[in-house]
């Protein structure tokens, strides 16, 4: 079992930047590919970007290409994502996730462990 806490959202105005945290807990040795999802309220759970185990790898959505970072920290068991030029509609509560493949997936569904999400909200 691994255990995933998101911290770091907040309110933030646009144009701004935040940089969210995943520490995670429990079964860290395993190789995870981690990853970042958002959903604004209404909408489906949506890809962000996702970073292999040796983050020689990183894949990121169309709308946040550019402006979005994730890296991590094996040592610190702690996946990070810096936004900046951040965009009203950014706002949403961000989860981190940990996938015990080797596969750099989009899909919420092949996921296997899930944060309770943090909010990030971005006013105008």
């Known amino acids: 079992q691994v255990q995933l806490v998101e911290s770091g959202g907040g309110l933030v105005q646009a144009g701004g930047s935040l940089r969210l945290s995943c520490a995670a807990s429990g079964r860290t040795s395993s190789n995870y590919v981690m990853g970042w999802f958002r959903q604004a309220p209404g909408k489906e759970r949506e890809f962000v970007a996702v970073?292999?185990?040796?983050?020689?790898?990183?894949y990121y959505a169309d709308s946040v290409k550019g402006r979005f970072t994730i890296s991590r920290d094996n040592a610190k068991n702690t996946v990070y994502l810096q936004m900046n030029s951040l965009k009203p509609e950014d706002t949403a509560v961000y989860y981190c996730a940990a996938d015990r493949s080797y596969i750099l997936s989009r899909a919420a569904r092949t996921y296997d462990y899930w944060g309770q999400g943090t909010q990030v909200t971005v006013s105008s």
């Open positions: 970073i292999s185990w040796s983050s020689t790898s990183t």
